[in-house]
Every structure is written in structure tokens, then in C-alpha cells.
């Protein structure tokens, strides 16, 4: 590869990743696997204001700010791509994948990428990777991300699959999944939806599997089919858990205030305050959890 002097030393970031919009949903993200430590520091960059960019292999990480302000000036991200590698001295050693809140996307891998590299863009997403064990994974990205689901799932189905295939043939290390959508965030402030990282794991996709489980149990609103009375055996359950886990419910009959005020401290305790409710109904999914934990 003919990288220039200025890359000599820097590790290579191999890696896979699938980039991806729901045009139905206003959501749009990013989701990579690498041999990589903290790959959600380098390649992943969302905004549901303009599109999703993920830059590897020799990242410039210049390409995910100026690649998004770009898409917000409407640009397809076949010329946002443009720009960017004709901009850079070392443009063919980069790869990059960007998709644009219509669904717009391209894909680019640069001469100088290790093998194998290479990727394919289709109507709402980006799939790419290098050093790959074979161009089976980039198919796997490209199944996965036409599954049906949500767009978290079907991202990190991609990922699944382009493993189950070959993945990086360097083994794994780092994954991470990053979704925006507006008003999404933490409070509605911004649109950082889903921002999950596994930095250092030798399973990095399961493992993001289940923190995208716990971000969901966390942060959910409770489902209709989900609200429980607390009454007879419920309420009796509850204030045996509660006990078990250090709390002082009342006794009797009825939910008395004694055990509203100690099943909401313990909500509060374990940051399930988004699924909590004054009324008499406790959330299946936090019940289930106070039996397991």
C-alpha cells in the first residue's frame, strides 16, 4: 500500500460498518465492528439534521463534521464524497460510507485499502469494510440491513450477519451503534438517540446487543399490554422484592402510600424513572427485573 510518511505507524482501522436511514421514522445511524479499540470514537458520525458518515481505514475523522455539513447544504453524498477524498493527499487510502435523511447514499473504498475492501450502496444505506476475511461480509451487511425491524435492529443484524460471514480477518475488539433522531435525546434536548459503545470485548456485537436491550428497559416508555395492576399476588410479590432489596413497604390489603413511596425510590435507585407512574400499575419489564437482579 502506498500510504504516505504520515501514516506510517498509525494502526489501520479495519473494519466493517453499515450506515443507514428510515425515512419513515426520521431515525439514521451508524452501526461498526473492528479489530479496533474504541472504534465508536473514530468512525460513526450522525445528525438527524443532515445524514450519517462513517470514515476507516486510515479514518480522517475531518471527513465526519465536514462530510455532515455538506449534507446539510443538500449535497448527494456522492459529492460529498467527492470533495472529501479529492481534498485529502491520502484520499485512496480512505473508505467512507454516507447516507442522507432521504435515503440518498454512496460509498467509497480507495485504491490503497487493504483486501479485502470494498463496499455497496443501495437505496437508505452504505455497507463497507476492508481487511476483510472475504466479500461475503459485505453481503451480510447488505441482508441484515434489509431484514425487517426497527433500524437499530437491522443494523446491528447487518453486523451479525457480516460476522456469521467472515467479519475482519483480524478477529474482533470494538463495536458500537449510533443513532440520531430529532428530539430523541436524553430529555429531548438533541437528537443523540441511541449513542452505544463496547470499546474493548471479544464478543463486541453481542455485547452491544445487550445494551441496546438495558437502553431500551432504561429509557422505554411502558407498552399498554405492559401496565400491571398491583393488587393481590402483584402487590404481595412487590413488597417481597422490595424487602429483598433493602426497601420498607407498608403491609395490608391495599397499595398503601408506604410501599408507592418505596417502589418509586427504588424506580428512581435504578434509573427507571421514565416507566414510572403514581397510578396503581407497576411496568412488566421492571417487575421482571426486580426478580432477576
Known amino acids: 500500500m502506498s500510504k504516505t510518511p504520515a501514516l506510517d505507524g498509525l494502526p489501520a482501522v479495519a473494519t466493517f460498518s453499515i450506515v443507514g436511514v428510515d425515512t419513515s421514522t426520521g431515525e439514521i445511524g451508524v452501526a461498526v465492528q473492528s479489530k479496533f479499540l474504541a472504534v465508536g470514537a473514530v ?11 462513517a470514515t476507516q481505514s486510515w479514518a480522517n475523522t475531518s471527513y465526519g463534521p465536514k462530510g455532515l455539513e455538506l449534507l446539510s447544504q443538500g449535497l ?8 472529501l477524498v479529492a481534498a485529502d493527499p491520502d484520499g485512496e487510502t480512505r473508505q467512507l460510507g454516507i447516507v442522507d435523511m432521504a435515503g440518498r447514499s454512496a460509498t467509497f473504498t480507495g485504491k490503497d485499502c487493504f483486501d479485502y475492501a470494498g463496499g455497496i450502496a443501495g437505496p437508505g444505506f452504505a455497507a463497507q469494510g476492508n481487511i476483510l476475511a472475504n466479500s461475503a461480509v459485505i453481503d451480510g451487511l447488505v441482508k441484515g440491513f434489509q431484514a425487517e425491524g426497527s433500524l437499530p435492529d437491522r443494523l446491528l443484524s447487518a453486523l451479525t450477519l457480516a460476522q456469521q460471514a467472515g467479519g475482519d480477518k483480524r478477529g474482533m475488539q470494538g463495536a458500537a451503534l449510533y443513532v440520531a433522531k430529532a428530539g430523541a435525546g436524553y430529555g429531548g434536548f438533541n437528537d443523540r438517540y441511541i449513542d452505544l459503545r463496547v470499546d474493548d470485548h471479544s464478543s463486541p456485537i453481542e ?7 438495558l437502553q431500551r428497559l432504561y429509557f422505554g416508555r411502558t407498552a399498554p399490554e405492559d401496565r400491571l395492576p398491583i393488587m393481590g399476588a402483584t402487590l404481595d410479590e412487590i413488597r417481597v422484592l422490595l424487602a429483598g432489596h433493602g426497601y420498607h413497604p407498608g403491609t395490608g390489603s391495599a397499595y398503601d402510600a408506604q410501599t408507592q413511596s418505596q417502589l418509586q425510590a427504588y424506580f428512581l435507585t435504578e434509573n427507571f424513572d421514565d416507566r414510572w407512574t403514581d397510578e396503581a400499575v407497576i411496568d412488566r419489564l421492571v417487575l421482571e427485573f426486580m426478580r432477576k437482579y
Open 76 to 83: 448527494h453524498p456522492e459529492q460529498v464524497i467527492e470533495r
Open 43 to 53: 468512525v460513526p458520525w450522525v445528525s438527524a439534521g443532515s445524514g450519517a458518515v
Open 207 to 213: 455485547e452491544l446487543k445487550r445494551l441496546l436491550a
